[in-house]
């Protein structure tokens, strides 16, 4: 079963905006990580933060973590055509934290 | 570096027919991961191996076996093709946990028909 869930499932915005996607969780993790896969692509890490973290930034991009509510968010700010593409949140599971459990991902098409 | 690849990008099978997936690294990574990816199903985890000969199921194992031989090397077979194993195969790696980032292969889009 997936661990992570993204909301929305695809988002449209214009270039320039903010961009923010959601993931939940079910079970107490030692870490998130966001990843994003361009259309026909592998995917790609974009940030990893712990679950003592509550914030962390690269860039443009912000991520928030609440354990309490056991979600995070994924910030894109002032979005580019070049930001279009699928992202996903992914958890550890598992003893020793050997795999990593990915949601369905968020399509986001940033339109020029 | 060329991180990791796998070969092959494309495969058309017809039921019933057998085909390995290669996977490898060049970053000395101990584990490595196997992945489907059908539409509207995010990444679901088939096998994965923890070092140099050892395997462990994932999420969705049947109809797929596993050898890590080598530890740079991850095959995935199919011993007899069924058409809901049409899919995109991605494979990853990455060093043992307290790093936990995956880095992942291009995929493999496989059909069968």
């Known amino acids: 079963s997936q661990q992570g869930e993204e909301d929305p499932q695809a988002l449209s915005i214009q270039e320039g905006e903010n961009a923010t996607m959601n993931c939940s969780y079910k079970?107490?993790?030692?870490?998130l990580q966001w990843y994003r896969q361009n259309s026909g692509r592998g995917l790609v890490h974009l940030i990893l933060?712990?679950?003592?973290?509550r914030e962390k930034h690269s860039g443009r991009l912000r991520v928030t973590l609440d354990t309490s509510k056991k979600s995070s968010s994924l910030l894109i700010t002032a979005s580019r055509a070049a930001d279009t593409a699928s992202y996903f949140c992914a958890t550890d599971a598992g003893q020793g934290a050997q795999k990593l459990v990915f949601g369905q991902g968020t399509r986001l098409t940033i339109n020029p | 570096n060329a991180g990791v690849t796998q070969t092959p990008k494309f495969r058309v099978l017809k039921t019933g027919q057998s085909m390995t997936l290669l996977c490898a690294q060049d970053?000395?990574?101990?584990?490595m991961y196997w992945y489907r990816q059908d539409p509207g199903m995010g990444l679901r985890l088939i096998h994965y191996s923890v070092g140099e000969g050892t395997t462990a199921k994932g999420e969705v194992p049947d109809g797929y076996n596993v050898s890590r031989l080598k530890k740079q090397n991850f095959l995935l077979g199919l011993e007899s093709a069924a058409p809901s194993q049409t899919s995109v195969y991605f494979c990853?790696?990455?060093?043992?946990?307290?790093?936990?980032?995956?880095?992942f292969g291009p995929g493999t889009r496989l059909t069968v028909l």
């Open positions: 990853a790696s990455r060093t043992p946990p307290g790093y936990n980032e995956q880095f």
């Open positions: 933060i712990r679950s003592n973290e």
């Open positions: 970053m000395n990574h101990e584990y």
């Open positions: 079970t107490s993790i030692n870490n």
